[in-house]
């Protein structure tokens, strides 16, 4: 049914969730696996620093995939990685054009259980993918 699944990546708990429910669904199906991470430009642009901080920001997201490619084979899945750049816009935006561009046919991705003020102040990149996205995403929700 799958043959191509993108998870987005971001150190989070509930995105680690969603990497072992990819690699259950990659091996059910054998699906090819492709794992993002988004650098976000716009939140660092205004930085005095803001070489140093790209930089180790970039740093962080190189870490973050090689740490979930290696979770993925250890459960069984050889992944893709790919680092996304993003100088503006929305997050969601970023996984959506990816996940198009790469011929994904489903994205699963981890939420983060908001509610209430912070929910409204911060919104949900899985919202906003679930709203754009033209293929299914399944949702791993945190505890």
């Known amino acids: 049914m799958f043959k191509h699944i993108l998870v987005p990546v971001d150190g989070s708990q ?42 180790a920001q970039r740093e962080v997201g190189e870490r973050l995939l090689a740490r979930a490619k290696q979770d993925a084979e ?13 100088a503006a816009g929305r997050l969601a935006t970023a996984i959506s054009e990816d996940a198009s561009r790469s011929g994904a046919d489903l994205i699963v991705m981890g ?15 899985a919202d906003g993918v679930v709203r ?10 945190g505890e």
């Open 74 to 86: 250890i459960l069984g899945v050889i992944a893709q990685t790919a680092l996304l750049e993003m």
């Open 14 to 55: 509930t995105a680690d969730k969603a990497l072992v429910l990819a690699c259950d669904l990659a091996k059910a199906h054998g699906a090819a696996l492709r794992i993002v991470h988004v650098l976000d430009e716009s939140a660092i642009g205004w930085l005095p620093d803001y070489p140093a901080v790209r930089h």
């Open 111 to 125: 939420t983060h259980g908001r509610r209430g003020a912070d929910r409204l102040l911060l919104g949900s990149v």
């Open 132 to 141: 754009i996205a033209t293929i299914p995403v399944l949702l791993a929700r």
